[in-house]
């Protein structure tokens, strides 16, 4: 079985800064594609960065430029440097692990970040 935790959320103002960091830990011998996705309240989960095996690196066009997705040193943990934070990023944030050899997605419980302007 494979647990995933999110953690950093937080409240921050307009145009600051926050981390999000996931480990996905206990069967995870290999790398898995990560991804980090959110849900703001009356909306749809919308995918916001996802990180490769190989390390390539996509976002969403409304984060480019100031969201970055890296992999950390332990296998499987991730982080999501969020900058020039907008009120509109307010969200709950949900990291995702995919197992490639199977397609098998973990996701975590969900980190709240609110953005006051």
């Known amino acids: 079985q494979v647990r995933v935790v999110e953690s950093g959320g937080g409240s921050v103002q307009s145009g600051e800064s926050l981390r999000l960091s996931c480990t996905a830990s206990?069967?995870?011998?290999?790398?898995?594609?990560m991804r980090w996705h959110r849900q703001a309240p009356g909306k749809q989960r919308e995918l916001v960065a996802t990180?490769?095996?190989?390390?390539?690196?996509t976002y969403a066009d409304s984060v480019k430029g100031r969201f970055a997705i890296h992999r950390g040193d332990a296998i499987n943990t991730i982080w999501l440097q969020m900058d020039q934070l907008k009120s509109e990023d307010t969200a709950v944030y949900y990291c995702?692990?995919?197992?490639?050899?199977?397609?098998?997605?973990?996701w975590g419980q969900g980190t709240q970040v609110t953005v006051s302007s």
């Open positions: 995702n692990a995919e197992r490639p050899s199977d397609s098998s997605n973990y």
């Open positions: 990180i490769s095996v190989g390390g390539r690196t």
């Open positions: 206990g069967s995870v011998s290999n790398v898995f594609v």
